[in-house]
């Protein structure tokens, strides 16, 4: 069964660090591109970031760009997402998802992603 499961998320001051995982089964990333999300309450999905692992391509939304860094671990089938000097605009429940398009490139379209998990919430708070 191909899915995705989020973790690492928790309540961090301003100007903290956290790093979340988002682990794949049932599929390799090395075909997949892999996106993460945010949705705070009362706002759409969004993206954040998303890599596509073949040629080691990512994307960044601006407003993250140069704090957030996406990775990928083949042999451990994980995403990971390393988040520092977050803000309290970065609070919401944080998904990853992987787009529907086998070798498909990044894209912020979020209709074109599947495979949603639970999520993982984040709250930058102090």
């Known amino acids: 069964q191909e899915q995705l499961v989020e973790s690492g998320g928790g309540l961090v001051q301003p100007g903290g660090s956290l790093r979340l995982s988002c682990v794949a089964s049932g599929f390799s990333l090395d075909f997949w591109a892999i996106g993460w999300f945010r949705q705070a309450p009362g706002k759409q999905r969004e993206m954040v970031s998303c890599i596509r692992h073949r040629n080691n391509s990512t994307y960044y939304e601006d407003s993250v760009e140069g704090r957030f860094t996406i990775s990928a671990d083949n042999a451990k089938n994980t995403v990971y997402l390393q988040m520092n000097s977050l803000e309290p605009e970065d609070t919401a429940v944080y998904y990853c998802?992987?787009?529907?398009?086998?070798?498909?490139?990044?894209?912020?379209?979020?209709?074109?992603?599947?495979?949603w998990g639970q999520g993982t919430r984040v709250t930058v708070s102090s």
């Open positions: 998802g992987r787009r529907r398009l086998r070798l498909g490139l990044c894209s912020p379209d979020v209709s074109i992603y599947e495979f």
